[in-house]
């Protein structure tokens, strides 16, 4: 069966909505599909029903943003229950802090030179409290600064960058318990795209181990071939699930699009064993 576990609609940095994204799915022919939206629950309930209509098996999801040893990392939540307490509150809290940061994001692109950006990227998003950079990058993109997301990502928003600001995130044990708590399996997101060291992966994978998370992504739009074979490897050395996501945003960003990737390396023990 084919299944994606990890994509974005309109209730985080997504262009399509959640029936718009069900219905790409369907037509791709995933079975399973979980909407994983930034730290945002509100898209699943239109999904859900979305996927149903369709006949397509559906995952509640979410993807929350972690700050570990000062850097961010992404926990995909799979099954949760959104109407549970502690994930809904979790995510609340974290999605709390994204609008001053858009205002200190707006500042430093002004500095260099972009004016107007806090609502540029509040034009793109559905509301000020789930805004992001990639708000900003379509915004940035729409004046002409750069030709696409990738390249305002590269020349503004990653950091180091001028339009970079440092931001402190959910605790990665946090993040983990909001999810198990709410009946969820949590998963490291593309542990590929992490800037770390073979020492500090390790780290962060055994306090995700220790904190009760269960799977990584092998599979994923953020991963290159070499990067699938490397990370399936280390799914069965540390006994963790592996999962499989597009990450799609949008037909026109690049990327795998719903439901159309490669399969899991042989030997890996795949989550939807777990899910399905
Ligand atoms: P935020 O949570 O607001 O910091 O935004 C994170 C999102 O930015 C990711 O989920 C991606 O959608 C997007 N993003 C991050 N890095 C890149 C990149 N290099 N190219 C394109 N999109 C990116
Ligand atoms: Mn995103
Ligand atoms: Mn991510
Ligand atoms: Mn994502």
């Not at 699943?44 to 029903?49: D, N, P, T």
């Not at 509640?60 to 570990?68: A, L, Q």
């Not at 960058?161 to 009946?183: N, Q």
């Not at 780290?203 to 269960?214: D, M, N, T, Y």
Request: aromatic share 8%; hydrophobic share 45%; glycine share 14%.
């Amino acid at each position: 069966m084919v299944f994606d576990f990890h994509s974005h609609s309109t209730a985080s940095d997504g262009v399509l909505s959640p029936a718009g994204l069900a219905a790409r799915a369907a037509g791709n022919g995933v079975g399973l599909w979980a909407l994983t939206d930034h730290d945002a629950l509100a898209g699943l309930a239109e999904a859900r029903e979305s996927a149903a209509s369709a006949g397509m098996g559906f995952v509640d999801g979410v993807e929350v943003s972690v700050t570990w040893r000062g850097q961010t990392v992404h926990v995909v939540g799979l099954g949760i229950d959104p109407a549970h307490p502690a994930i809904a509150g979790g995510v609340a809290a974290t999605r709390s802090s994204r609008y001053g940061r858009a205002e200190r994001i707006a500042d430093e692109l002004a500095r260099a030179g972009i004016a107007g950006a806090l609502d540029g990227a509040l034009a793109h998003a559905e509301s000020k409290e789930l805004v992001g950079r990639t708000h900003f990058a379509r915004y940035i993109v729409e004046r002409g600064f750069a030709d696409d997301v990738s390249a305002v990502f590269d020349r503004y928003l990653s950091p180091g960058r001028p339009g970079y600001v440092p931001h402190e995130w959910a605790k990665l044990d946090d993040a983990v318990r909001w999810i198990r708590e709410s009946g969820g399996a949590a998963v490291i997101a593309h542990p590929g795209r992490y800037d770390l060291s073979a020492r500090a992966l390790d780290a962060l994978l055994g306090e995700f181990k220790r904190s009760g998370g269960v799977g990584i992504e092998v599979v994923t739009g953020s991963h290159s071939p070499d990067q699938f074979t490397l990370f399936a490897q280390i799914a069965k050395q540390y006994g963790f699930l592996a999962s499989c996501g597009s990450d799609f945003h949008s037909p026109d960003e690049g990327g795998f699009d719903l439901g159309c990737l490669p399969p899991l390396p042989p030997g890996v023990t795949s989550i939807l064993e777990v899910l399905a």
